[in-house]
């Protein structure tokens, strides 16, 4: 294999490594946001239902299903 095949697989391979770390941390960050989107949508739901709302419309689906 030639020095300039070597140094582009050793490239690519750190880039491939690099870009597994970045997707990793956004999986853990998306996971988050979404504990916290579920977490404020309940707390909502509660506020409005509270309020004397009826179900909250985030529990109803569309009328087109």
């Known amino acids: 294999m030639s020095i300039a095949l070597e140094e582009t697989v050793a490239h690519l391979t750190r ?3 690099e870009l597994s770390d970045v997707v990793a ?3 853990t960050e998306i996971a988050l946001l979404k504990r916290r989107l579920q977490m404020v949508m309940e707390r909502e739901a509660e506020r409005e239902f509270s309020e004397g709302g009826t ?3 985030a529990d109803q689906k569309p ?3």
Request: aromatic share 8%; proline share 17%; hydrophobic share 35%.
């Open 15 to 17: 880039v491939v490594e």
């Open 63 to 65: 009328p087109h299903y």
């Open 25 to 27: 941390r956004q999986e």
């Open 55 to 57: 179900v909250p419309l």
